[in-house]
């Protein structure tokens, strides 16, 4: 279980995110050997962040109104085939 992570705005846009998410998925897959399916939450707002989640095949499957501060969540979801 990872609770969350962030970059600071002056690493951000650089490919330090989707770097630091691969990292971290190949971290979990090599501890649990059949990892079947992963699911986060983010905020709407973060755009970038939901270009990686969408580039490592994670989807949209549902809204959560108010699970941030002025902000709805989207949970994402990935199943492996």
């Known amino acids: 279980y990872i609770s969350s992570f962030a970059l600071l705005p002056e690493y951000r846009g650089h ?7 691969s990292t971290g998925l ?26 990686i989640y969408d580039s490592y095949g994670f989807t949209r499957t549902a809204v959560l109104p108010d699970a941030f501060p002025h902000s709805a969540g989207i949970v994402m979801q990935f199943t492996s085939e």
């Open 15 to 21: 490919g330090n995110g989707a770097r630091l998410f």
């Open 26 to 51: 190949s971290f979990i897959k090599k501890r649990v050997q059949s990892v079947q399916e992963m699911v986060l939450l983010v905020n709407e707002q973060w755009t970038g962040a939901r270009r």
